[in-house]
């Protein structure tokens, strides 16, 4: 079956161009204009963007042990419904993914249910060094360690576990950096005044720029010292973007830096409005943070965008602050959410595709992804700009039914996803089936 791409407007590798795009058996088999038509499914891309599929190197999907939030099946869906045909899922479920077999049964969930590509980040604790040995590199994306507490309870504080940690794997490190000794005491400070309700506007305040910034800056300086290969998730503050590079290609940097969709988007003057439906960890900070990230992004000291696309219930959410989960479900509007800020002016579409969608297959050394080239995987995106659309309960997909972006309206709109040379989505609809993959790795 051959599927044809027609008066597509692509971006890709720094490029925006006039092209059609052929699909044979999964794979994009030419790129040209004018490509003959004759024995081609035919989709008319006159007027609309096309981009690689996205890779979300962060993600929560729940499952398994926390299925009332999320599923594979669910949020894999909601993420081809927003451009995101491939994502590397967190190992805070339950059980925990810290040994050889967990995982596995990830992989196995996955292959049985998910609309998206998919691996996984295995998980290092305080007493798992001789499992993590074991991860072959190539079988799944990395290592994700929480170096400050966050949902899931697999908080490493164990510094000689860290060095150890450190010095001796081979997996990319990807680490949640925010320092526990400082939120705890800045917790406690807030609950001697106000009990468990603490407005949620402090909660950038508990989770301190101090936090993460002793907590990032710690990890660089371990990950310097030993050679690892370190990725810092979702800073937050402008002050952290100092500690990473950008004299230096990415294929060359040991030590690369990612920033989430809701840093960039949203700021402290937001928590009166939205309260504790954005409480994430890391909390949400100044505008002047939000600034600082654009900046780093901008001028490659910041590697990739993602979402930490992380679900809870809106019951769970709305909770007072003690009780209320961090983590939001970003999957489905993050793509129309970053074709927002190029609307405004903040981003180009190819930087924005930098970032999105080629550096994460850069950055993981995902083979045959995150660009438009002959003999990769069909894995693509049409977007519409200009079809405005607000959020509303009625057009979300997430298991949990919310979203922090629900009233906002968006310009632009995903209008056709492909995974493997599959159509997935097609205006506003799944088209039924499933053709996701595991991802494999170039290492
Ligand atoms: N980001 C969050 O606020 N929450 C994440 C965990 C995490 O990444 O910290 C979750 O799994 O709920």
């Not at 161009?17 to 999964?26: K, Y």
């Not at 990032?216 to 500690?243: C, D, M, N, P, Q």
């Not at 209008?415 to 790795?441: I, P, Q």
């Amino acid at each position: 079956m051959k599927t044809l791409i027609k008066n597509a407007t692509a971006v890709n590798e720094f490029r925006i161009s006039e092209t059609d795009v052929l699909i044979e058996n999964g794979m994009i088999s030419r790129i040209d204009r004018d490509i003959d038509t004759s024995g081609c499914t035919v989709i008319d891309a006159e007027g609309k963007y096309l981009f690689p599929g996205v890779i979300d190197d962060q993600v929560h999907f729940r499952e398994p042990g926390l299925t009332h939030k999320a599923t594979i099946a669910s949020e894999s869906r909601a993420a081809i419904a927003g451009g995101i045909t491939s994502y590397i899922e967190m190992p805070n479920t339950n059980p925990q993914t810290t040994t050889i077999e967990k995982l596995e049964e990830k992989f196995a969930i996955a292959a049985g249910t998910s609309h998206a590509n998919y691996s996984f980040m295995f998980g290092g604790t305080n007493d798992n060094l001789e499992e993590v040995l074991r991860v072959d590199p190539k079988s799944c994306a990395g290592l994700k360690l929480f170096l400050g507490s966050s949902t899931g309870n697999m908080l490493v504080d164990d510094e000689k576990t860290l060095e150890n940690i450190f010095s001796s794997t081979p997996l990319i490190i990807s680490a949640h950096c925010e320092d526990e000794a400082t939120i705890k005491a800045n917790l406690e400070k807030y609950k001697a005044e106000y009990g468990d309700d603490i407005p949620v506007k402090f909660h950038p305040a508990i989770r301190s720029e101090e936090a993460c910034y002793l907590s990032s800056s710690r990890a660089v300086a371990l990950a310097e010292k030993t050679g690892a290969r370190l990725h810092v998730f979702h800073l937050s503050t402008a002050r952290e973007t100092g500690l990473f590079r950008n004299d230096i290609p990415l294929r060359e940097k040991k030590i690369t830096a990612e920033v989430c969709i809701h840093h960039l988007w949203f700021s402290d003057e937001d928590y009166d409005n939205k309260g504790t439906l954005i409480k994430w960890n890391p909390a949400v900070k100044t505008s002047a943070d939000r600034k600082g990230l654009w900046q780093a992004l901008l001028d490659d000291s910041i590697d990739v965008i993602a979402t930490d696309h992380a679900p809870h219930t809106l019951e769970e959410k709305q909770n007072v602050y003690t009780g209320a989960p961090s983590g939001g479900p970003l999957v489905q509007h993050a793509l129309t959410a970053m074709l927002e800020t190029f609307h405004q002016g903040k981003i180009s579409l190819e930087k924005m595709v930098e970032k999105m969608c080629h550096n994460p297959a850069v950055l993981f050394q995902i083979s045959k992804r995150g660009f438009i080239r002959e003999g990769y995987h069909a894995d693509l995106v049409l977007a519409d700009l200009d079809s405005p659309n607000t959020v509303g309960r009625n057009n979300i997909w997430y298991k949990c039914g919310w979203s922090p972006f629900e009233g906002t309206t968006f310009r632009s709109a995903v209008t056709h996803t492909f995974v493997n040379g599959n159509l997935v989505f097609d205006n506003g609809k799944f088209t039924g089936g499933r053709h996701a993959m595991r991802l494999e790795f170039d290492r």
